[in-house]
Structures are given as C-alpha cells and as structure tokens.
C-alpha cells in the first residue's frame, strides 16, 4: 500500500516450522531492531508456541525488503544499522482485506439519522454512486491515497479495495483502474447494489455486470465479490456473478450474512472463496460449513458498530475452527474508520475475542483472507511489513481503545512512518 503500485508477492513465505535464518547468512548491510520488549511473529515454533509464536526480549533483522532474522536480542547478528526499540512490542503490520476506498461525498446525514434511531439498509450506498459517478479521476485518486495514507499511520501496510459506487461499466472500470495504481488487493464489486439505472429490471444489471462490465474490469483486478443480501443480490445471481468472475481469472470473495440469515457464506464455501465477509446472522450449518473450509470468516465490527447492529460472534466461530479474519471494512456508510486497533478493541469488548486471537485475525487471519502467506507474519523471508508499538505488548491495543499507539511503521523494509 503506497504511492506506487504495490507488488504481489504469492509465492509461499517460509513456513512455520522453517528454523530461522541463521546469524551467519544475515548480511552487515541489514538493520536490526533490538530491546524489543515483546515481539509478535505468528510462528509458534519461533517463539513461545502459541499461534502468535511471542519472543521477549527480542530483536528482528531487516534485509532489503524481507525479514532476515528473529529471536533474542542477546542473539542478534551484528549489523551496521542498529535501532534501540526502547522496550516496546514489535508487531507484523496490519493486513486489511476488505475496504471500499474508491468514492467521493460521505453520508454524514445518514449516520445522524441512523444514530437518531432509523436503521440501516443498503439502499444508502446509492447516495455515494451518486457523488462518485459526479467526481473526476484526480478526485478519485486522491481520495484513494489519503484513506490508505492514513490507514498506514494506523499501522495497515497491506489494504484490499474495491470498487462498487459506479455501477456501470466506464465508472466500475475508472474505480478498478484507480485503485490499481495504488495496491494489488483490487475487487471487482460492480455487484454492490442493483444499479439505479436498472433499479425495476435486476436480471439485466446482472447481465450486465457478467458481461461488459467484467470484460471491461478484470484486467484490473485481482477478485470479484458480491453482496449477497437481502434488498441486493440472491443467491442465484450471486452464483452466477461469482462463476462469471471466476471464469475471467478473478477469485471469488463474498459479503456474506451481513443483515440477516442468507445463503451467502454455504455460496462462498461452495464456490472456495477466499473469505465470507460480515457473517453477523450464521446458523450452525453456516459455521460448521466455514469451519471444514478453506474459507476465511472475516469480520468487520466497525459495521455494527457504526450501525448498531448485532455484534458478529466471533468466540462461536473460533471455538468451532473457522479461520477468523479482522478487517475495518472502511467506507462512507457503514463503517467510516481506516482504523484496524479500533477494530481490534471492538472484537475484545464486544464479540468476545482475546487480545492474542484479535491482533492474529487483523495480521495472519487477513493474510488468510487474501491467500497470501508473505504478509501478516514476522518470519524469516516474509516481506519487511512491522509496526512499532509505543506499548511494551500488543495488549495495549485493546486495553487502550483510542490512543495513537503505533509508533512506527516499516513498510517492505521501508521506514515510512
């Protein structure tokens, strides 16, 4: 997530049973980063054996754009470059697999009415249709940039977007080719709503969406998702959606159960998406379902709580072995926040995750959500994404909701915060 176009890396990062690079291999020209108070890597065989793999009293050995080296400081390779973590947790950075970042306008007027007692319904992404189709690409793209410049900040270093607030087919292929510029994470979602321009004639939007506007979207995406709700798409259309996408060369993803009980996540298991997003109203068949699966249940609690909807239960879908993914799921109606400790206070307090399971959900588990295994963990050969807590543990991300934490962020071996 940069400036840039960010690189896709899906060859497979060194694996958790991989022993760490050893001191002799690391290169004088690395940077190591040591008095690290409590080091996170998602290894359990580098560090303490539980999943987030803990090293106290540790250091971690940057080279060029990949993680060289961890474990204990007393350990460490020598170096040239050395940086004094001041007894403060080192963490992976922050993967975020599901955003909506390509619109203009916000729906402040929304939210008031919404917090004033009226309730949500999807029918209010077509506001920001509205605005985004009204704005210019240099709008757009600046949009685009300052929303994953401040989610950078927060410590976010990889960021999934899609577009979704065209909903035809120059304005769908302009939000994808925006977005492209700016990460690899690129879903195509022209299946957002019904298009207003064919709010009476559903079937011909979805023929629509599976013919020119997934030809004239593909090439600048890597995924295709659907909102498979009630008031948006039923499962028939979207499987149709999902397998027109799919034969294109785009991976399926789903926005599954959000609103109410639905066949969105047996349709993602069914189709192998990558995740089921929301999963808020699941039934037993839904969780066993995600559990004997490959697909991740990624769940997004700024939604309720920027909607006051029931909370997902996250607690129930670990104690059954689903994979569990923590995302913001940052857009103009539902849940305007870029900020994933936010989100990892909320799934603490309020879907009863531990503050070890919510900080795994927010780095490996989104890895998960987008099938990549060079992010989201601390592991020798895995990309140089990690954050600098101002903390002694990562537990402070939810015992203290709110405070500006991340201290400093290195982005594939880059200081940029």
């Not at 054996?49 to 754009?65: S, Y």
């Not at 629509?208 to 798409?233: H, I, N, Q, S």
């Not at 849940?335 to 399971?357: H, K, N, Q």
């Not at 994404?385 to 402070?396: C, F, K, M, T």
Request: glycine content about 8%.
């Amino acid at each position: 997530m940069n400036s840039g176009h960010e690189t896709t890396n899906n060859a497979p990062a060194t694996t958790n049973n991989a022993p760490a690079t050893t001191n002799s291999a690391v290169a004088a020209t690395a940077t190591v980063i040591t008095n690290i108070a409590s080091l996170v890597t998602n290894d359990p065989s580098l560090g303490d054996g539980t999943p987030l793999g803990l090293i106290q009293d540790a250091a971690v050995v940057i080279d060029g754009d990949r993680i060289a080296w961890v474990g204990e400081k007393s350990k460490a390779p020598a170096t040239d470059n050395r940086l004094d973590a001041g007894g403060r947790a080192v963490i992976p950075g922050f993967v975020d697999s599901h955003s909506h970042l390509v619109f203009a306008g916000d729906r402040t007027a929304e939210f008031n009415a919404r917090m004033s007692g009226q309730p949500y319904a999807a029918g209010g992404i077509r506001t920001t249709v509205a605005a985004t189709r009204a704005a210019t690409d240099a709008q757009l793209d600046a949009n685009v940039a300052r929303y994953l410049a401040e989610a950078l900040r927060q410590g976010t270093t990889v960021m999934e977007t899609k577009s979704g607030y065209g909903l035809t087919v120059e304005d769908e292929a302009r939000a994808l080719r925006i977005a492209a510029r700016h990460t690899d994470e690129v879903t195509f979602l022209g299946a957002h709503i019904v298009s207003p321009d064919h709010a009476d004639d559903p079937a011909t939007y979805v023929a629509l969406v599976t013919g020119d506007m997934l030809d004239a979207c593909a090439p600048y995406a890597r995924w295709v998702d659907v909102f498979c709700e009630k008031g948006a798409f039923d499962g028939d259309q979207a499987r149709a959606i999902l397998t027109a996408g799919r034969s294109r060369g785009l991976l399926p993803r789903v926005h599954a159960n959000q609103l109410t009980h639905g066949p969105g996540v047996q349709l993602a298991v069914e189709l192998d998406a990558a995740s089921a997003d929301h999963c808020t109203h699941l039934t037993d068949a839904d969780v066993d379902a995600l559990a004997n699966s490959a697909t991740v249940a990624t769940l997004l609690p700024g939604a309720e709580f920027s909607t006051r909807a029931e909370w997902p239960d996250a607690r129930r879908l670990i104690d059954a072995g689903a994979t569990v993914a923590l995302s913001t799921d940052c857009n103009p109606g539902s849940s305007f926040t870029s900020s994933v400790p936010f989100c990892i206070a909320l799934a603490v307090r309020d879907m009863g995750m531990t503050p070890d399971e919510a900080l795994w959900s927010a780095t490996a588990g989104g890895a998960a959500a987008l099938r990549r295994t060079d992010v989201g963990r601390l592991t020798p050969g895995a990309r140089a994404d990690l954050v600098l807590l101002d903390a002694p543990s990562h537990v402070h991300l939810a015992y203290r909701p709110g405070v500006p934490l991340v201290s400093q962020v290195w982005r594939s071996g880059r200081r940029t915060v």
